[in-house]
């Protein structure tokens, strides 16, 4: 009986015991690797990489104003690129009130001054960035977007406070440049006509824009 | 369109222009070296993660960072390939080299070293609508100056105020700061056109007030401002008015 104890004991140890006593002396620990693969260090400087993080460029298109007609509108857009849902942006822009219809109903101007012109600073969400497909090949990078804000509109150099929304469709053509189409409306409160009235005036606007 | 407008145009492209012609040259200038230590990378085609992986980057891969667009770096890899890949990515990258970048360091890079900051702010100045563009050029730890123009609205007209001033920062958190500023500057008053006097006049205004500035994320800050305006409108005759504003500002 004390033979096979001692049997079992001694198979015990060498199965078990002894290799585990054997690998703590003589083999490093299981968590450390066996081998550390030779590798080479590059300092990252973040600062010192390019950021492009501002946009800006030109714009033209159509302003139409509720009740005075549809007159050209060249603008300037900045924008700030916060995170890649979120940009704000400033737009300053000008266009002229049509006076013409109101001449000839009333026989006399309604504004001394016919030029308009609107800033506003706003927030824009990317709702849906995704891919123009061109050809089978050459795809593009493109976004629709949501954008709201306040700003000013003036008209005969009184400011009026104005609400503005809209939404856009822009195409990169390289990630630095983009084309963009956009709607937007104006919603602010006037006495042009001699009392107060709410207007909404709809501007359609073409661009492209820099990323710097 | 007319002549001014078409040399305005010109004007606006000649600007382009540079500013193309800048970045372009800048580009190459910046690059940074690093290498994948994850098992993959994946390469977007574009700055989101909604834009498609069109590759996966192996462990040992040298990238190349060219540049930022907001997290997410352009890379190029030594088989030609170019893409996007997120800041997080980047960041494993940092990891290994035994450097992390926490949120706090993320702060500190992005905004809290910036002397810059520019916002824009709506609320009311006597009791009417005002919106309101603001500066502030950080000059030492709690000592900026600030330039702003607004404008406020309502039934009588329109009001236009360019102004400028000094901001003392005594208290600054990592959750908040407290200012208070101080300064000057001229009010155009435009009456509305269904006055008999419609007369632009011209006044000027000293205010003094305090404001809170919240950070939110990185650069991006919240504020809001309480000033106390005194308007000098001419044959010794005071009027005092009122701002309460809130916005957002951002610092460079």
């Known amino acids: ?212 | 369109m007319g002549r001014e407008t078409r040399s305005r145009f010109l004007w606006i492209l000649l600007c382009l222009e540079f500013f193309l012609t800048a970045g372009a040259a800048s580009g190459e200038e910046t690059v940074q070296k690093a290498s994948v230590v994850e098992p993959f990378l994946e390469i977007h085609t574009g700055p989101g993660r909604s834009y498609p992986v069109f590759y996966i980057a192996e462990r040992g891969e040298e990238i190349l960072l060219l540049k930022r667009q907001t997290d997410w770096y352009r890379v190029r890899l030594a088989n030609g390939k170019e893409g996007w890949v997120h800041r997080n990515e980047i960041e494993k990258t940092l990891l290994a080299q035994g450097r992390k970048k926490g949120w706090m360091d993320r702060i500190y890079d992005d905004h809290i070293a910036g002397r810059l900051e520019m916002g824009w702010e709506a609320g009311t100045f006597g009791g009417d609508a005002s919106l309101f563009l603001r500066m502030n050029y950080l000059l030492t730890g709690a000592l900026s100056m600030e330039g702003g123009a607004g404008f406020v609205s309502s039934n009588l007209g329109s009001t236009d105020l360019f102004q400028a001033g000094m901001v003392i920062t005594p208290w600054r958190t990592p959750w908040f700061s407290l200012s208070g500023t101080v300064g000057g500057g001229v009010v155009y008053s435009t009456p509305s056109s269904l006055l008999v006097d419609v007369t632009r006049k011209t006044f000027h205004e000293a205010h003094g007030g305090i404001g809170i500035s919240i950070p939110l994320v990185r650069n991006l800050f919240a504020r809001g401002d309480f000033r106390n305006y005194t308007v000098f409108m001419g044959q010794a005759r005071i009027r005092e008015f009122r701002e309460y504003s809130a916005g957002l500002s951002f610092r460079f």
């Not at chain 1, 049997?7 to 620990?29: I, K, M, Y």
């Not at chain 1, 949501?146 to 005969?156: A, F, S, V």
């Open chain 1, 1 to 212: 009986m004390k033979r096979i104890l001692f049997a079992v004991g001694t198979l015990g140890f060498l199965l078990g015991g002894a290799p585990a006593l054997a690998q703590s002396e003589n083999f490093p620990r299981s968590d450390q690797p066996a081998v550390t693969p030779p590798s080479e260090e590059h300092p990252l400087k973040e600062a010192k990489i390019d950021t492009e993080s501002l946009e800006m460029g030109p714009y033209y298109g159509l302003y139409a104003m509720e009740g005075f007609g549809t007159s050209g509108v060249l603008g300037f857009r900045l924008a700030y690129h916060l995170t890649e849902d979120v940009f704000f942006e400033g737009t300053y822009g000008e266009t002229r009130i049509e006076q013409e219809t109101f001449r000839r109903l009333t026989g006399r101007l309604l504004v001394a001054d016919d030029k308009v012109t609107t800033w506003n600073a706003g927030a824009a969400y990317n709702l849906f960035p995704g891919q123009l497909f061109l050809t089978r090949k050459k795809t593009l990078n493109s976004t629709i977007y949501l954008i709201g804000g306040l700003g000013q509109t003036r008209i005969d150099r009184q400011a009026h406070f104005t609400f503005d929304a809209g939404t856009g469709y822009k195409i990169f053509i390289v990630d630095w440049f983009d084309l963009r189409m956009e709607m937007r409306t104006h919603i602010l409160q006037t006495d042009l006509t001699g009392k107060k009235q709410i207007m909404d005036n709809i501007e359609g606007t073409a661009a492209f824009a820099v990323y710097f």
